[in-house]
């Protein structure tokens, strides 16, 4: 399983710097939304993928029941989750009003304030 | 004492909160936003005052200990970054209340002034790395938006390469992140530089250069660094200001942190990077400003070649065996970056002066200001000539104490390559004096100028307060260097030698 999702996490690292790299200001957004993904999903594989149970401590006791599943890697993909959800809606809202003022969405025709 | 580590972190949030719901009040919101400066500024002093007297603090968020919880450290370094961010802020709000138009007031220019510097403050004294990577973030978005406001064309086009270049850089920044919890098991950076021990060096070294490049593209060293000419000088001059001060110190901080820390383990191989790095980062930087007739334009290459003297200081630590030497490097680096922070905002401030004052910023339309404004020309000179490191500024000393260490190091190369570009940067502000303040106003501008472009003499003077502090501190630190090398020395012994930061974070069981 983690060989499949390293493939995977590859894949979306790959194809997110192949879209980011082309002209149009969609693709860059597309680019950078699997990147992200790429990372959650590669803190979600290297945190261990195994099957077992929810870590509750049991009434009683004072550590969880022993195979457990660490919450770790899920609370911080979760917290990534919401940071880049926010972002990106920044940038898609930036990608609409800079195809306004520029009138075109190729990112070559954006390079006024470049030196 | 332990309240004075979350303070800095507490009042901005609040005061952008509190300042939010005052939204339809543009009165309300500057007040609010000069007191939170204000209020954030004194604790920052607090907070260096306690740590020097007290040693490094750390609080446990929560009541949850050690390596379970969020910790928030303050060391001597972590400290003086604060109480820098806490300086910009205040001197930027006031700034602010004659420099800012009313349109990007009523938008929330204040509120968001106030996030950026609690994610400064946070990302400052954070002791978790994935904490670091949230604070990043806030820091980042408010950042995006204060760039962005107003919606001009070219903020536009800047703000997608901002954008793009630094989310690419919390992207990695969360991979190495990723990497680093799955090798180590553990998030809180005193007990990743125990854990990371027992790591495989090649394991450890291959996330350090994760993290070289995620921090590298924040702190824009060569060849990450394109991202920065091409946004800095879009927004209004305030907020360039303080991006120039704080943001790509932030980079630089963490850097300085995690390659002190965490990535120890394999110095030649990227305390190496490092050097060639900084070297590289210098002479691009300023051969790109040389190339430049905008006022902005040009300083914002110079932050670029500034960076790269931060960092050298870094390289050298990892480069030597000897403690003294190790110690003397950083607290150049130390130095380096308050000198740094205080100058650049200022050059930003005075340059904002001058657009208003003449309603350009090019180079060549620019004149005759020394003339008209003598007051401001040698309001430009201290900090200018403190940047190209002229003796008795701050600057001076700053490089000197990294020269020194370049020296006993024996790395002729890097210390000749910082000589020089200190000779081209006052060549380059000899360019910026000698076009903008020195050389007669040209005749064409003549008519504008007549119009007096609608600045009263009340917020010429605001204008000029803040410019006027910052360099008399530059001239104050220059003519008494001491106490605050002492300080630099303090804060680059706790990095060198990370022992009562580890105590302080894991207690003293380790």
């Known amino acids: 399983m983690e060989t499949v999702l390293a493939i995977v996490v590859g894949g979306l690292y790959a194809s997110g710097i192949y879209l980011m790299l082309r002209r149009s200001l ?3 957004v597309i680019g950078l939304v699997l990147l992200s993904h790429g990372a959650n999903l590669l803190i979600f594989t290297i945190g261990g993928l195994t099957r077992a149970g929810a870590p509750i401590v049991a009434e009683g006791e004072t550590h969880p029941a022993a195979p457990f599943a660490d919450p770790l890697p899920q609370a911080l993909i979760l917290t990534a989750i919401v940071i880049s959800f926010g972002v990106t809606a920044f940038a898609v809202v930036l990608l609409q009003r800079a195809y306004q003022a520029v009138g075109s969405d190729d990112l070559d025709k954006m390079k006024t304030t470049d030196t | 004492m332990k309240s004075l580590v979350v303070l800095p972190i507490l009042i901005p949030l609040l005061t952008a909160a509190i300042s939010s719901l005052a939204w339809r009040s543009r009165a309300a919101q500057r007040w609010l936003g000069l ?83 609690t994610g400064v403050c946070g990302a400052f004294l954070t002791g978790d790395i994935f904490n670091l990577y949230v604070w990043f973030e806030v820091m980042l978005i408010a ?8 919606g001009e064309r070219a903020q536009l086009e800047g703000a997608i390469k901002y954008v793009t270049l630094n989310l690419i850089s919390s992207a990695l920044f969360l991979t190495g992140v990723g990497i680093l919890y ?48 091409a946004s800095y000088h879009t927004p209004p001059v305030a907020v360039s200001a303080i991006f120039a001060g704080l943001l790509t110190k932030v980079g630089v901080y963490a850097m300085i942190r995690v390659f002190t820390l965490l990535f120890v383990q394999n110095p030649e191989y990227t305390h190496t990077i490092i050097l060639w790095i900084s070297g590289l980062t210098m ?44 110690v003397l490097s950083l607290a150049g680096s130390v130095f380096y970056i308050v000198h740094h922070i205080i100058v650049k905002t200022n050059l930003f401030l005075v340059s904002g002066i001058a657009l208003r004052l003449r309603g350009t910023s090019e180079l060549k339309e620019l004149g005759g200001l020394a003339s008209a404004y003598p007051g401001l020309a040698v309001l430009f000179l201290i900090p200018a000539l403190s940047l190209a490191g002229l003796p008795p500024l701050s600057g001076f000393f700053a490089k000197l104490s990294l020269v020194q260490a370049g020296l006993g190091l024996q790395q002729y190369t890097i210390v000749g390559v910082a000589l020089a570009v ?30 007096a472009r609608e600045t009263s003499q009340a917020s010429y003077y605001l204008l000029l307060v803040p410019v006027a502090v910052l360099a008399a501190i530059t001239a104050l630190i220059g003519l008494g260097v001491g106490p605050l090398f002492d300080l630099s020395l303090g804060a680059a012994e706790q990095l060198h030698d990370p022992s009562d930061y580890l105590r302080a974070v894991l207690g003293g069981a380790r």
Do not use: C
């Open chain 2, 143 to 150: 950042s995006f938006v204060l760039l962005t406001l107003g």
């Open chain 2, 182 to 229: 799955g090798v180590a098991g553990t998030l809180n950076m005193a007990d990743l530089h125990v854990k990371l021990r027992d790591v495989a060096p090649g394991m450890a070294t291959t996330v350090a250069m994760l993290f070289l490049v995620a921090f590298g593209i924040k702190a824009a060293v060569f060849p990450l660094f394109f991202w920065l000419p």
């Open chain 2, 35 to 117: 007191v939170g400066a204000a209020a954030l500024f004194a604790v920052a002093i607090m907070l260096v005052l306690g740590v020097r007297s007290h040693g490094v603090q750390a609080v446990q968020i929560g009541g949850w200990p050690a390596p379970y919880g969020i910790t928030l450290v303050a060391d001597l370094f972590a400290a003086i970054m604060v109480f820098l961010a806490g300086l910009m802020g205040l001197a930027v709000a006031v700034y602010s209340l004659a420099g800012m138009d009313r349109e990007r007031e009523r938008f929330g220019y204040y509120p968001l002034l106030h996030v950026l510097l």
């Open chain 1, 26 to 28: 969609v693709k860059l």
């Open chain 2, 283 to 326: 002479v691009t930087g300023v051969l790109g400003a040389m190339a430049q007739h905008e006022f902005r334009r040009v300083l914002s290459f110079h932050i670029v070649s500034q960076i790269g003297y931060m960092v050298m200081g870094l390289a050298l630590f990892g480069l030597t065996a000897s403690p003294t030497l190790a």
């Open chain 2, 422 to 451: 200190s000779l081209l940067t006052l060549f380059s502000m000899m360019k910026i004096w000698t076009e903008a303040f020195w050389k007669p106003a040209p005749n064409a501008l003549g008519g504008t100028d007549a119009e």
